[in-house]
């Protein structure tokens, strides 16, 4: 069955009823085969006997014979007793006289082979020696078997029961529905006061079994969204603790430095004087690039940066990239190799933000690589059936825990385990947002691509980029 029925309460509630009139009605035709059956027999029989007693009774006591409407008269006033069924009187020289009029039986062969007719009481008339006739009381039988009756309008007290039964049957799925009907209502009621681990779990699929299910797909949801919510909420906690510190260390030395050059009380060389100045301008242009780093991060997650996508060649833009950043590598006692394909690598992207997410990973290889390292850049074109391009940095570093891997992506996440002592070394840019791996990403998945990090083999790190490749057709 198809349309809003299928499945619906309209069944169920049609077959139960259905059922238990159907039951009802067997119960009623098994009260009347066992109780009333039986005595309504027993009280036919002996009215039939009774009445044919008297009927025999008065035509013996009669002087003269009884004949025509006398007869007529006889039987008819005691047919009342034993309606439905008639009487007649058949005399010893064969005329036959019954009541009401002009009913004949068949013949008594007949009637024992169809089972028909029953006669229910059989009085002989005599007076002494003299048979005058017989009297018969007989009836139609409208059945035959066990819940045979004689008189139909029994039948009518089958329904009484029938409808009983079908009155408590709607009783009991009346308790039914409104016990299911009651677990939505509790449902609503512990989802108002905040409780979201509440479900009905009814898998029945007529209307409340689908509105139920509705319910607690719509509470899972609404848990759902709770916990996204509450972790937002704990991630712009940690963001803001996060950007107090950060903000917190440069101010510390900048007022560190102003407090010495300002407090006539401490001696200060021309020397010392231009190393606090230096350090005010460095602890200030740390300030500018975080301040700088937390707004294009926001921008980016926001999506309030325009993308100006255009067909670049990555391969090219990539090789461009490390060729310009080699000096600032071989300052910093690093090497860096590029391994890349001589035919294009197509995408459609924003040159200048790929070119920044990957300045992003090289800076971050400058930072925590030590002396001596070495960083591997491979861009791998898509391979047949693949729509990716991959760009791969892989760097000798110390590493960081496996643990820790989930984080690298993360604001301010900085890797402890892969700082040296050389950061401060000639070369490095040891100060850092700890925000160009974030942004690095964002760039990335703007552009529906992915990017990812793994442990390198056997140490270091490993960060992987891919971008969706373009059909130059």
């Not at 007989?138 to 007290?157: E, I, K, Y």
């Not at 979201?196 to 848990?223: H, K, N, P, W």
């Amino acid at each position: 069955m198809k349309g809003p029925l299928r499945g619906s309460l309209f069944w169920t509630i049609a077959a139960t009823f259905l059922l238990m009139a159907i039951v009802g009605t067997l119960i009623q035709a098994l009260v009347v085969s066992a109780v009333l059956q039986p005595l309504e027999e027993r009280e036919t029989r002996a009215r039939a006997e009774l009445t044919a007693s008297a009927i025999a009774t008065v035509i013996v006591a009669s002087p003269d014979t009884l004949r025509g409407a006398e007869l007529d008269s006889l039987l008819a006033r005691h047919r009342a007793a034993v309606r439905p069924a008639w009487i007649f009187y058949r005399a010893s020289d064969g005329t036959v006289v019954t009541s009401p009029p002009g009913r004949l039986l068949p013949p008594p062969a007949t009637r024992d082979s169809r089972g028909r007719f029953e006669v229910l009481a059989k009085r002989a008339v005599a007076r002494g020696s003299q048979v005058l006739g017989e009297v018969q009381v007989v009836r139609r039988t409208w059945s035959r078997g066990a819940f045979s009756v004689s008189d139909p309008r029994t039948w009518l007290l089958l329904f009484p029961i029938a409808i009983a039964a079908s009155a408590i049957a709607g009783l009991a799925l009346v308790r039914l529905l409104v016990r299911r009907l009651r677990a939505v209502e509790v449902l609503a009621t512990r989802v108002a006061e905040g409780d979201l681990s509440v479900r009905i779990g009814d898998r029945s699929g007529d209307e409340i079994g689908r509105i139920s299910g509705q319910l607690d797909r719509m509470t899972e949801r609404l848990a759902a969204a709770r916990a996204e919510l509450d972790e937002n909420e704990r991630q712009r906690r940690q963001l803001f603790a996060d950007i107090t510190h950060e903000l917190a260390t440069p101010l510390t030395s900048i007022r560190g430095y102003a407090e010495t050059l300002l407090d006539p009380g401490v001696p200060v060389s021309p020397e010392e004087r231009t190393h606090y100045v230096r350090g005010l301008l460095e602890e200030s242009r740390r300030m500018d690039l975080l301040i700088r780093d937390l707004f294009e991060l926001a921008r980016l997650e926001a999506g309030a940066t325009q993308l100006h996508a255009e067909p670049i060649d990555w391969a090219a833009l990539c090789r461009n990239t490390i060729d310009r950043f080699e000096p600032r590598f071989r300052k910093a006692g690093l090497t860096i190799f590029w391994h890349g394909p001589e035919e294009p690598a197509w995408i459609q992207a924003d040159g200048r933000r790929m070119e920044q997410a990957l300045e992003n990973l090289l800076v971050n290889a400058l930072r925590y690589v030590p002396r001596g390292g070495r960083v591997d850049a491979r861009l791998t074109p898509r391979a047949a059936g693949e729509r990716m391009h991959r760009l791969t940095v892989d760097d000798d570093g110390p590493g960081i825990p496996e643990e820790e891997i989930p984080l690298v992506f993360g604001r301010f996440y900085r890797g402890a385990a892969r700082r040296t002592g050389d950061d401060a070394s000639e070369g490095r840019d040891a100060g850092g947002s700890g925000l160009g791996l974030a942004i690095a990403r964002e760039i990335v998945e703007r552009h529906g691509g992915i990017a990812r990090a793994e442990g390198g083999s056997p140490r270091g790190l490993r960060i992987r980029i891919e971008i969706p490749a373009l059909d130059r057709g």
